[in-house]
């Protein structure tokens, strides 16, 4: 079950955390993997682990922060690897403060690299699954997303807005047989969370019905049920992975 045989999947933000789970996970059920990131050297040992394992992997420098750069980026793909089948739009970053002291540069910066970055993308992948007639396009988004956090507008709007995004997408290219959904992550063991003061991560804790952070793998299943044929009828959907943080 969920095997991706035959498949080319591109995972963006692939260096680390949820990008990483995924980009595994993937890999293991058979597709040649896009790893991208804007840092081809923190994608070598990932990509080295998964060519290891028998897998098929391949390291792709892609800065999102620059969304005109991305169709110059994606024509350096060898060959076999360009028609990309299953695309994950994970790649995103923070720069939280007060809406009142928020510079219009981290709104901007956060909203070109999380929103208009996966657009970008997306828009360079899909004619290939019009063509072929199969696709699965999912983006990782936030409960932030859905339900709003203080200090985090920049944030929310971007995730948010993925979220309109890939309803809309999933209406337009539904009789191509191309699947477009999101996945919503809550409260995640990473890096970030790590760093954490003992107190937080146990209040955290405390408000999440499970009792727990999730784990990325807890993203990467999901991603990768989506991905599969075993999900082929499910799109425009924004699955809610957060141990009941938003319910």
């Known amino acids: 079950?969920?095997?991706?045989?035959?498949?080319?999947?591109?995972?963006?933000?692939?260096?680390?955390?949820?990008?990483?789970?995924?980009?595994?996970?993937?890999?293991?059920?058979?597709?040649?993997t896009i790893l991208a990131s804007r840092s081809v050297e923190k994608l070598e040992d990932l990509a080295e682990e998964i060519l290891s394992a028998g897998g098929e992997a391949f390291a792709l420098a892609l800065d999102?922060?620059?969304?005109?750069?991305?169709?110059?980026?994606?024509?350096?793909?060898?060959?076999?690897?360009?028609?990309?089948?299953?695309?994950?739009?994970?790649?995103?970053?923070?720069?939280?403060?007060?809406?009142?002291?928020?510079?219009?540069?981290?709104?901007?910066?956060?909203?070109?690299?999380?929103?208009?970055?996966?657009?970008?993308?997306?828009?360079?992948?899909?004619?290939?699954?019009?063509?072929?007639?199969?696709?699965r396009i999912i983006s990782i988004s936030s409960v932030v997303g859905l339900m709003g956090n203080p200090g985090q507008a920049n944030y929310a709007a971007s995730k948010a807005g993925l979220v309109g995004f890939s309803k809309s997408l999933a209406k337009e290219l539904g009789s191509r047989n191309i699947t477009v959904n999101v996945v919503a992550p809550g409260y995640i063991e990473t890096a970030m969370t790590e760093g954490l003061p003992e107190d937080t991560q146990k209040a955290l804790k405390s408000s999440i019905p499970l009792r727990r952070l999730g784990v990325p793998d807890d993203v990467a299943f999901s991603v990768l049920f989506l991905a599969s044929e075993e999900g082929g009828y499910i799109t425009g959907h924004t699955l809610n992975v957060s141990g009941g943080l938003y319910i």
């Open 1 to 32: 079950m969920f095997r991706l045989d035959e498949k080319t999947a591109l995972v963006t933000g692939a260096s680390r955390g949820i990008g990483e789970a995924v980009a595994r996970k993937l890999a293991a059920q058979g597709a040649r």
């Open 64 to 135: 999102l922060s620059e969304p005109a750069s991305v169709p110059d980026a994606l024509s350096t793909l060898p060959e076999g690897w360009q028609d990309v089948d299953v695309l994950v739009n994970n790649a995103g970053i923070t720069a939280d403060n007060l809406l009142a002291r928020l510079p219009l540069e981290d709104w901007d910066r956060v909203l070109t690299t999380n929103l208009t970055g996966a657009f970008a993308v997306t828009k360079e992948v899909i004619r290939g699954m019009m063509r072929r007639r199969w696709g």
